[in-house]
T-cell receptor, first 114, second 112 residues
Framework: GAVVSQHPSRVICKSGTSVKIECRSL??????MFWYRQFPKKSLMLMAT?????????EQGVEKDKFLINHASLTLSTLTVTSAHPEDSSFYIC??????????FGSGTQLSVL | EDKVVQSPLSLVVHEGDTVTLNCSYE??????LLWYKQEKKAPTFLFML????IEKKSGRLSSILDKKELFSILNITATQTGDSAIYLC????????????FGTGTRLKVLA
């Protein structure tokens, strides 16, 4: 099946710094990518939809200035957590798809903000 | 508001047991329903269901969709410890940005 690569898999940072997470589709072109946040023992919470060449669409309650998304090419989307705080500590996971097919997920990034 | 609900939230069984996981949905523009298994990191795809009444099967796992009653079940027979995971149900919508609406997930633990 299609492969989605996400990195880093784990990042620890100090409060106030920014962290960038990359999501790449390795063997297909993904016009749409999705960013999720997952709390321990909980389901995936959609944060935003990333569209190649246009602005991301954010879900209600997600701060767009806090979670910057860039989808500059058909194979790469990035999520930047700006001025991270301890409450931003979480598991972040991306997925990519073409319409009509199932979504493929990255392996996730565990963010810990000290 | 589009909604997907899974039950039970968690389940503990012994190896060899059969389990049935449930997923019900209320959405406005249904395209398909998908099941994923998440062990530690990336959810892995299990099934995509678009038509009512047609069972999809893969080894010990099977799933079926009822579009009239708006639910799906995932069955796992002869469970093994390797089946321990979170099972996620998602509904794919026809409109908008092709996003999935995920259910709450069912955490399954299979004891040896």
């Amino acid at each position: 099946g299609a492969v989605v690569s996400q990195h880093p898999s784990r990042v620890i940072c100090k409060s106030g710094t920014s962290v960038k997470i990359e999501c790449r589709s390795l063997d297909f072109q993904a016009t749409t990518m999705f960013w999720y946040r997952q709390f321990p023992k909980k389901s995936l919470m959609l944060m935003a939809t990333s569209n190649e060449g246009s602005k991301a669409t954010y879900e209600q309650g997600v701060e767009k200035d806090k979670f910057l998304i860039n989808h500059a090419s058909l194979t790469l989307s990035t999520l930047t957590v700006t001025s991270a705080h301890p409450e931003d500590s979480s598991f972040y996971i991306c997925s990519a798809r073409d319409p009509g097919t199932e979504a493929f997920f990255g392996s996730g990034t565990q963010l810990s903000v000290l | 508001e589009d909604k997907v609900v899974q039950s039970p939230l968690s389940l503990v069984v012994h190896e060899g047991d059969t389990v049935t996981l449930n997923c019900s949905y209320e959405v406005t523009n249904f395209r398909s329903l998908l099941w994923y298994k998440q062990e530690k990191k990336a959810p892995t795809f299990l099934f995509m269901l678009t038509s009512s009444g047609i069972e999809k099967k893969s080894g010990r796992l099977s799933s079926i969709l009822d579009k009239k009653e708006l639910f799906s079940i995932l069955n796992i027979t002869a469970t093994q410890t390797g089946d321990s995971a979170i099972y996620l149900c998602a509904v794919d919508l026809t409109s908008g940005t092709y996003k999935y609406i995920f259910g709450t997930g069912t955490r399954l633990k299979v004891l040896a």
